[in-house]
């Protein structure tokens, strides 16, 4: 019997626009699939645009890809996808297809590493401020790092 794993899809919305982070596999969408599926399941994502009548259409018929391990966590995976917005929002409200497809070849190109890192960063920085409160001059952040920020 073929083990079946569900991968829930990560949503972000900002303004009229959603981008939903999802694994389609072999099987139903969203289950991969032993045996059937690839050994490596890496993460795929859509980009909506809310038209007038509020239904969601797709902004685009491109298949964007990502570099995200489908077996991430879901708050990495839910970091990962807040983070491609931060990135896409502003090209997209403005309309920008240059700018739109720069940040696409941006997320497409990002290692799952760099969003376990920045996700395990965040959380220290959040556990150490609740530990110690706001202490004017204590950054939690480490002082080398990572090259992209959310």
Same mark, same amino acid.
């Given at each position: 019997?073929?083990?079946?794993?569900?991968?829930?899809?990560?949503?972000?919305?900002?303004?009229?626009?959603?981008?939903?982070?999802?694994?389609?596999?072999?099987?139903?969408?969203?289950?991969?699939?032993?045996?059937?599926?690839?050994?490596?399941?890496?993460?795929?994502?859509?980009?909506?645009?809310?038209? =007038?009548?509020?239904?969601? =259409?797709?902004?685009?018929?491109?298949?964007?890809?990502?570099?995200?391990?489908?077996?991430?966590?879901?708050?990495?995976?839910?970091?990962?996808?807040?983070?491609?917005?931060?990135?896409?929002?502003?090209?997209? =409200?403005?309309?920008?297809?240059?700018?739109?497809?720069?940040?696409?070849?941006?997320? =497409?190109?990002?290692?799952?590493?760099?969003?376990?890192?920045?996700?395990?960063?965040?959380?220290?920085?959040?556990?150490?401020?609740?530990?110690?409160?706001?202490?004017?001059?204590?950054?939690?952040?480490?002082?080398?790092?990572?090259?992209?920020?959310?």
């Amino acid at each position: 019997m073929a083990k079946i794993i569900e991968i829930e899809p990560s949503v972000v919305m900002r303004g009229d626009f959603k981008i939903e982070l999802l694994y389609l596999g072999c099987g139903e969408v969203g289950q991969w699939v032993d045996g059937a599926d690839e050994s490596d399941p890496v993460m795929r994502y859509d980009i909506f645009r809310r038209e =007038e009548g509020g239904e969601w =259409e797709f902004a685009d018929s491109e298949a964007h890809y990502t570099q995200i391990d489908a077996f991430s966590p879901v708050q990495v995976r839910q970091f990962a996808v807040q983070w491609m917005m931060n990135r896409l929002y502003p090209a997209l =409200e403005a309309g920008d297809t240059d700018a739109v497809g720069s940040a696409i070849n941006e997320i =497409e190109n990002t290692p799952h590493a760099l969003f376990a890192q920045l996700h395990a960063s965040q959380r220290a920085e959040e556990e150490i401020a609740g530990s110690f409160g706001a202490v004017e001059g204590l950054s939690a952040r480490p002082s080398r790092s990572p090259s992209l920020s959310i």
